[in-house]
């Protein structure tokens, strides 16, 4: 009988510790998949970020994630949008496996983590208030916003709820960019001229709608800190410089008409560096940051950040709007 009762205890013991190991006797790998939704299917991003996340055969694979259901969105008055939406929405469905839901808030009875990838950026605050509400993590793709009023809201909305979000273009975590900003030999970074495609969208000022990529990679390398700046325009190209607070200069070609290209040059203390065209530009690195932050809730980027982008592009309209003049970003920021 003893040794009935010790083989007895025994083997309560080993499962106890199973299933402290493993709650609810569940295999613990799988509890440690964050259930990812997606708002919007009408961005390339979308299959993109999906096929890295659900296919383990996929080479560049992200584990830790999954993209388990979708809700469509989409604008009937932008052509990128209401051209794709239901393309993307039957791919991720039939490739791979995602549930497409009628509603945000039915998504995030199914998810603990949001990607907001509308191509429009003008529902992105109405679509981000039932997710803050929830308290989901959510990554927001750009455009953040069509505005600053509104990229301040969903900045205010964020922090009264107590959930982080962050936003970021692709190129703020291209390998040429992040091996630039950190070369040693340039001794300092001095000032940077960054360029990128800058198609417009008559709903969005002008630089939000694609040009925020090139603006995104002259912050990676300058940081926060400018002051004002000013505008030259033509059909073809736009060239927005800002002089930081520290007297540094910062400027931003964007590219309509010639070879569409991505890049920067870097002036230091010490030496100058440049990107070596064509620079290449993937979605693995930005999503390997939106998974750690799902994971952890700790935003890479600072929200007064991307709030300064906004507000540089925004006085960028305004400089155009009056003839190149330079505009302070406070103004911008300061509207009530």
Request: proline content about 6%; charged content about 25%; aromatic content about 8%.
């Amino acid at each position: 009988m003893k040794i009935i009762a010790r083989s007895f205890f025994a083997a309560a013991f080993v499962l106890s510790i199973a299933l402290l190991l493993t709650p609810s006797g569940k295999n613990s790998a799988q509890e440690q998949i964050i259930k990812v939704g997606i708002i919007g299917t009408d961005t390339s991003h979308v299959p993109a970020f999906t096929k890295l996340l659900n296919d383990p055969k996929e080479p560049g694979h992200i584990p830790g994630a999954r993209v388990v259901a979708a809700f469509k969105g989409g604008s009937p008055d932008v052509e990128s949008s209401h051209t794709r939406v239901e393309r993307f929405a039957t791919e991720l469905h039939d490739k791979y496996g995602v549930e497409i839901v009628a509603s945000i808030e039915e998504l995030l009875s199914k998810v603990d983590a949001v990607l907001l990838e509308s191509v429009d950026g003008r529902p992105h605050l109405a679509q981000v208030r039932p997710v803050f509400k929830a308290k989901k993590r959510v990554f927001i793709d750009k455009p953040f916003a069509a505005s600053y009023a509104d990229a301040r809201e969903i900045v205010r909305l964020s922090r009264e709820s107590n959930t982080p979000f962050f936003s970021s273009s692709s190129l703020r975590y291209a390998n040429d960019v992040v091996a630039l900003k950190s070369k040693p030999e340039l001794g300092g970074i001095l000032g940077a001229l960054t360029f990128s495609p800058s198609p417009t969208e008559p709903h969005h000022p002008d630089l939000f709608w694609y040009g925020i990529h090139g603006v995104e990679t002259l912050y990676t390398l300058m940081g926060p800190g400018c002051e004002f700046v000013s505008r030259t325009n033509s059909a073809g190209a736009d060239v927005v410089t800002g002089k930081w607070k520290d007297g540094r200069l910062g400027t931003f070609r964007g590219i309509r008409e010639g070879k569409q290209d991505y890049g920067a040059v870097v002036f230091g203390a010490k030496a100058t560096a440049a990107t070596t065209p064509p620079m290449k530009v993937d979605y693995r690195n930005l999503l390997v940051e939106i998974i750690k932050f799902f994971q952890t809730g700790v935003a890479p980027i600072q929200p007064e950040e991307t709030l300064e982008m906004m507000a540089f592009m925004e006085a960028a309209d305004l400089s155009k709007a009056r003839g190149g003049v330079p505009v302070m970003l406070r103004e911008i920021s300061d509207r009530k």
